[in-house]
């Protein structure tokens, strides 16, 4: 069993999920994050139907809708729940994107209508890339952390060298401050903080007694050559089985090369089975 708990597949205005800057200039290099494959005919077609046969190729059982709504990146949560309504079995899980910005209003509206009114099991906030940017732990956010926690959602919370002008947005002491701050709130590091893997790590021994957060390392861990790899292969078997989860992050990366990259580990066999299905399983009550 494989549950990839964070895709975006190619349907409606999910294809704007990594939607350019409008006037951003042309990149210098390739990004390392594209480096060694080439993609698939799903993001070079954006053909859902194509999408569903790579899952099967790839052996990926169902997969976590996950929205984005920051900056110039908008995805809509009705064409979320219009894809999880078309495939339960395979997408069982939605997230709501909710924009971190100026509209708060607008943002806990967005909220109460997406967890209470359309079923979705939490929602994502990007705040390296609202605009303007702000820090996870910049409390004009945390009236949005405090209604998911009061909706019971699960927060994806997008964290790395990716998201903000500069890596700082990423420093993890500020994601232990949310979780301290809201206890009850059950919080997804997406992208494990890279690239502050070690600091990450401390965090999650600190929050052993809160047991509030999850890390999701997704590509930053199983692209070959990335800082830190084997440091959360040692840290799940030994003490965070029951606190990774496993994704693709697709389009960032195909699913069949993404899962191959991630079992080429020396993860133990109970171990490498909680982290591609049954963490997450446990964690949004999807029965496998």
């Known amino acids: 069993m494989i549950i990839d708990a964070r895709v975006r597949p190619p349907y409606k205005s999910l294809q704007q999920v990594l939607a350019a800057a409008p006037g951003a200039p042309k990149p210098v290099k390739r990004s390392p994050l594209i480096s060694g494959y080439e993609r698939p005919q799903s993001m070079v077609q954006k053909s859902l139907e194509l999408f569903m046969a790579e899952m099967d190729e790839a052996g990926v059982d169902k997969g976590i809708l996950v929205g984005r709504q920051a900056g110039h990146r908008i995805v809509s949560n009705d064409d979320i729940a219009e894809l999880r309504d078309m495939y339960p079995d395979r997408f069982p899980v ?4 909710i924009n971190g910005s100026s509209d708060l209003a607008a943002a806990l509206e967005e909220i109460e209508r997406t967890i209470t009114g ?4 939490g929602i994502v906030v990007d705040p390296g890339w609202c605009v303007p940017p702000r820090y996870v732990d910049d409390k004009r956010i945390y009236p949005i952390y405090a209604r998911c926690a009061e909706l019971g959602g699960v927060l994806y919370l997008t964290c790395s060298l990716m998201q903000g002008p500069d890596i700082s947005y990423a420093e993890p002491f500020r994601i232990q401050r949310v979780a301290n701050d809201f206890p009850t ?3 997804v590091v997406v992208h494990g903080a890279f690239p502050f893997t070690s600091e990450m790590l401390g965090v999650m021994i600190a929050n052993a007694a809160l047991g509030n957060l ?3 390392p997704d590509f930053f861990q199983f692209i070959p050559g990335f800082a830190g790899a084997q440091d959360w292969v040692n840290a799940a078997n030994h003490y965070l089985s029951d606190r990774m989860l496993y994704a693709s992050s697709y389009p960032v990366r195909p699913l069949k090369q993404s899962v191959d990259e991630f079992e080429r580990f020396s993860y133990e066999q109970e171990v490498l089975e909680n982290l591609m299905a049954k963490n997450a399983a446990e964690l949004f009550g999807i029965t496998i």
Do not use: N, P, Q
Not at 94 to 97: K, L, P, S, Y
Not at 118 to 121: A, D, H, L, S, V
């Open 94 to 97: 939605a997230i709501a994107g």
């Open 185 to 187: 709130l059950k919080i």
């Open 118 to 121: 359309m079923r979705f099991k």
């Open 214 to 216: 999850w890390v999701l």
